[in-house]
Antibody, heavy 120, light 107 residues
Framework: EVQLVESGGGLVKPGGSLRLSCAAS????????MNWVRQAPGKGLEWVSS????????YYADSVKGRFTISRDNAKNSLYLQMDSLRAEDTAVYYC?????????????WGQGTLVTVSS | ETVLTQSPATLSLSPGERATLSCRAS??????LAWYQQKPGQAPRLLIY???NRATGIPARFSGSGSGTDFTLTISSLEPEDFAVYYC?????????FGPGTKVDIK
């Protein structure tokens, strides 16, 4: 069974940093591109970032480019999102999602999400 | 940037009725469109990909159609568990984007 479990969310002040993790199991993690997708409270879905299976290609939404860094460790079956210079508008549930293709494709499995709240 | 518009914003129907949801793209996305279902407090679930292909385990009452800029998700006969928010998503043009969603609620 495919499982994605996010962790690392919490309350952080504007300008602060947070690192999210996603632990994957039930599939060959190293064969899939992975993504972060977020959802602000009561709002819709927003793609944040993608990384290909071997980390050769990395993509970011303009809204987070230069502030967020996606990475993965295939030996640990884990995906990460380092979030720096956080803003109030980054407040959201962050989902880890498996890609069906080679990056920024469709998302066939999702974690349960981790809530990030940016507030003073 | 491709903008997706979904209509209606809310659809109020009874169990057993047919639901027809629309997604329109600001420019052609060919057939590179997916539909997701999200229930309160849950992660989204992939229903349809490439406009008309059902994802693994999705019941046959869900069907998708369309190409270019106009797409439709049809639920042939609503089950109680189908009342949820539905999002379309395109992967044809950079950046990938979701529509604002259509809420299907119980009439």
């Amino acid at each position: 069974e495919v499982q994605l479990v996010e962790s690392g969310g919490g309350l952080v002040k504007p300008g602060g940093s947070l690192r999210l993790s996603c632990a994957a199991s039930g599939f060959t993690f190293s064969s899939y591109s992975m993504n972060w997708v977020r959802q602000a409270p009561g709002k819709g879905l927003e793609w944040v970032s993608s990384v290909t299976s071997n980390s050769n290609y990395i993509y970011y939404a303009d809204s987070v480019k230069g502030r967020f860094t996606i990475s993965r460790d295939n030996a640990k079956n884990s995906l990460y999102l380092q979030m720096d210079s956080l803003r109030a508008e980054d407040t959201a549930v962050y989902y880890c999602a498996r890609d069906t293709g080679s990056g920024w494709s469709y998302y066939d499995y999702w974690g349960q999400g981790t809530l990030v709240t940016v507030s003073s | 940037e491709t903008v997706l518009t979904q209509s209606p914003a809310t659809l109020s129907l009874s169990p057993g009725e047919r639901a027809t949801l629309s997604c329109r793209a600001s420019q052609s996305v060919s057939s590179s469109l997916a539909w997701y279902q999200q229930k309160p407090g849950q992660a989204p679930r992939l229903l349809i990909y490439d406009a008309s292909n059902r994802a693994t385990g999705i019941p046959a009452r869900f069907s998708g159609s369309g190409s270019g800029t106009d797409f439709t998700l049809t639920i042939s006969s609503l089950e109680p568990e189908d009342f949820a928010v539905y999002y379309c998503q395109q992967r044809s043009n950079w950046p990938p984007a979701f529509g604002p969603g259509t809420k299907v609620d119980i009439k």
